[in-house]
């Protein structure tokens, strides 16, 4: 994961905190109505672009709602 330091000032102290983030999650879902398609999550954006062509292909449903997820974990360090 990748880290960066930062130090921030509180009514308490002066405290270091350091924040790993994790990878980006893709996700797309069809916006057809009823149609319920969803692709794989992945790491990889273009394979989820690829998963949406694909299923446009197959349906002629071209429209996607995409999600791009992170999560950071803050740790303090004492």
Same mark, same amino acid.
């Given at each position: %994961?990748?880290?960066?330091?930062?130090?921030?000032?509180?009514?308490?102290?002066?405290?270091?905190?350091?924040?790993?983030?994790?990878?980006?999650?893709?996700?797309?879902?069809?916006?057809?109505?009823?149609?319920?398609?969803?692709?794989?999550?992945?790491?990889?954006?273009?394979?989820?672009?690829?998963?949406? %062509?694909?299923?446009?292909?197959?349906?002629?449903?071209?429209?996607?709602?995409?999600?791009?997820?992170?999560?950071?974990?803050?740790?303090?360090?004492?």
């Amino acid at each position: %994961m990748p880290k960066s330091s930062e130090t921030v000032e509180t009514a308490e102290a002066i405290e270091t905190i350091e924040v790993r983030d994790a990878d980006v999650t893709f996700e797309a879902e069809c916006l057809t109505y009823e149609c319920g398609w969803q692709a794989t999550p992945s790491t990889d954006g273009a394979a989820v672009d690829v998963e949406c %062509m694909s299923h446009t292909g197959r349906t002629g449903h071209g429209s996607f709602r995409r999600l791009c997820t992170s999560f950071a974990l803050v740790v303090r360090n004492e």
